[in-house]
């Protein structure tokens, strides 16, 4: 074993290091406490940094400081936000369903802290390799859609309840083009195996899907569902603090608001890490040169890219309206999802460049269609009409 | 040890469904549902189900549970209290129960002439020294991976692929007539208006 590649594993090293002091039968018990200490750990204090350098980079963007007091550049302000969370009063109301509130954030972490079990974080870096593992991935993202109900059903407050309705019909129709748009590399690799997606695509940045048209189209439609997903503006509507009340986070204070807090951001990076893994070749590094460089670096590098992504946005875009949320979700990004499985179908059975016009074409006049049929749903110029406001 | 996770996990799922019916709490029947769905998932994962598992996960806990919390929402359904039990709704569950169980029995029964995996192992070793290989199926059983997700896909697209597709349409003639519903509704509310 070369240096490079003793650096490439050396995680996985450590591990079966850590593992032989202990005797053969608890072995595979410690190895997977190990997978899944080091999966909170390492993507913890990721959530601690990403929500340092989103104050940062929103204060650029907004043109003031950012949180500078705290440490050196501000740079543990994340440690006094966790403190303070810890020892704020922890307020539940009095006609609260107890059980249901206090479930609610720990419904949530539980399952966005599963889902990293099937990402591919490097060359043989996986937590748990499952041949079912993008199914694994969308079922237990699923789920988190019941603790958002918990939430607002047990806070017995009718804002909590009407945010957390909003918020659940925004993850369900949110949920259906982002798996669709999965479906593509699921029906180009015949694989739901993330380990063997994320090796079907070696060899160069030119072998990623996201350089196919399909890719494309389906990494940006994954894209924008992955924001609604992670309930990221522009898409932020279950928790519009400024409008909406902050939705089914109305009634939480103190330590468990903060793991609502953790969850966003959990999913936001559990996510990112899905479409690269799908679409942007994982740990793969975008030129055979680069291989020397250890593969869990390319990953991380593509999340931190992803993480500023998604910053960026939320300083750039205003927020979305609840129809325009809807509209957006099943009059363009689904009916663009399932044009472009058949022409990912197209791509594997043509194999060839030959499905390139024709997707580009397609897919031109579908974009086009659809967004004139959007745009065409409100009144163009003229005077606004408010329907509920006079 | 697979057998102490499997008395875990029948103990939730049996545990959690019992909650289903005697809970007073819409919304606790509800949750306690997608409890007992999840260790009803565990168990088929348990049995190397993957597919089934986590469809079980997906499309129940996932899909089937919201919507039946939408409509806990949407509707406000509020605790029964002091309701007497329906004994006649009672006597029928408990003969449905009985009915299933006597099914499982007969079923089982008539398996016990098949093959188990045990037997297509002696059978893979007596393959082996003849010099041929069993069909792919068992040798996919035997060495543990067998591809789920590909053999339901065959039966479903191919084999069934007709009726897969009625099903599909009688779905969508669902769909339509749920939106012509609701809609001729708002339309003679705007008339009435």
Redesign the interface.
Known sequence: MTLVERIDQAPLLLQRWAVSFFPALLQPWVAMLISAAAIIGVFASLFALSTLAERKGLGRIQNRPGPNRVGPFGMLQPLADGIKMLIKEDIVPLRA?KV?HFLAPIALIVPSLLVYSVLPIGRNLIAMQ???GV??F???G??T??SI??A??GSHNKYS?LG??RA?AQM?SYELPMVLAAVTVILATSS?DTVNIVEAQAGGFWAWHAFTPWGAIALLTFFICALAESNRAPFDLPEAESELIAGHLTEYSGFKYALFFMAEYLGMMAISGMAITLFLGGWQAPLPILNFIPSWMWFFGKLACFVVLFIWIRGTLPRLRADQLMNLAWKFLLPIALLNIGLAGLWVKSSGWIAWPISVILLGLAIVGLGRLLRGSRPRGGKRIYRYAD | MPSFIFYLFALVTLGFGLLVVTARNP?TSA?SL?SSF?GLAALFISLDA??IG??Q??VY???V??LF??I???MDIKAEEGKKTNNGALVGGCLLAVLLVLQVIMVSGAFHGERTVGDLDTAAAIGKAAGTELPTIANDLREG?L?D?KLMGYALFDRYGFHLQVVGLLLLVGTVGVVMLSKRDTAAKEAGN
Do not use: H, K
Request: glycine share 4%.
């Open positions: 369903d249901l499952c041949q079912l199914l694994l969308f079922a237990i699923a789920s859609e019941l109900f918990m607002g059903w309840l957390s309705i659940i369900i739901l | 919304v949750l997608a999840v993957y597919f986590i469809i996960i997906l806990a996932g899909a549970m919201v919390l939408f806990i929402m949407l991976s591809p997700t």
